[in-house]
């Protein structure tokens, strides 16, 4: 079965800028959604499809892919950023849904 | 304003089974899919399959088939997910979650708060 792989852990300075990846053969046929959950709360909507924002998501958060990569950037990180997030897309056979690890921001 | 209201917190017995309910508001429901992703403590988010809305077709992960059913009531607009055989690594977090009707990406917009579900002797 295909996966989505992220690193499992990235920090950041206050105000700059940050990458998070995940890569799998998936993504080369659908886009991938981005989701921020914090402790104890449900995941949030934060990104979708080739760079969109849901209404209410800061414009510091941005998307990106290509190939078998996709990018979430958050430009300017502020503490409140702070959180796991989580990538997903549809699984190669194009049926189920892949979540990603997750990828824990910390903000220095 | 659009919102998925999921039941409370369940404490179940090994072997026993559980249904969590998750009602929708602020949209149509039937034009939706929804989505059941669990949580394990301290582990990431693990999809468990979706239900169209308005059809009622399922599909279901295969860690899950056979021990989940996915069921929606349109005159109330909730969806149920039923899980069976329950074992101590079914303690999660459930969640509920909107997408749209995609060829694409399953866009999942709108998440339930989460249901607690523990399994202990």
């Known amino acids: 079965s295909s996966e989505l792989t992220q690193d499992p852990a990235v920090s950041v300075a206050l105000g700059q800028t940050v990458r998070i990846t995940c890569q799998g053969d998936?993504?080369?046929?659908?886009?991938a959604s981005w989701y921020q959950q914090k402790p104890g709360q449900a995941p949030l909507f934060v990104i979708y499809g080739q760079n969109n924002r849901p209404s209410g998501i800061p414009d510091r958060f941005s998307g990106s892919s290509s190939g078998d990569t996709a990018s979430l950037t958050i430009t300017g990180a502020q503490a409140e950023d702070e959180a796991d997030y989580y990538c997903n897309s549809r699984d190669s056979s194009g049926n189920h849904v892949i979540f990603g690890g997750g990828t824990k921001l910390t903000v220095l | 304003q659009v919102q998925l209201v999921q039941s409370g917190a369940e404490v179940k017995k090994p072997g026993a089974s559980v249904k969590v309910s998750c009602k929708a508001s602020?949209?149509?429901?039937?034009?939706?899919?929804i989505h059941w992703v669990r949580q394990a403590p301290g582990q990431g988010l693990e999809w468990m399959g979706i239900i169209n809305s308005g059809g009622g077709s399922t599909g279901y992960a295969q860690k899950f088939q056979g021990r989940v059913t996915m069921t929606r009531d349109r005159s109330t607009s909730t969806v149920y997910m039923e899980l069976s055989s329950l074992t101590s690594e079914d303690t999660a977090v459930y969640y509920c979650?909107?997408?749209?009707?995609?060829?694409?990406?399953?866009?999942?917009?709108?998440w339930g708060k989460g249901t607690t579900v523990t399994v202990s002797s």
């Open positions: 998936s993504l080369r046929n659908y886009y």
């Open positions: 979650a909107r997408s749209a009707p995609s060829v694409g990406s399953y866009d999942m917009d709108v």
């Open positions: 602020g949209y149509t429901f039937s034009t939706y899919y």
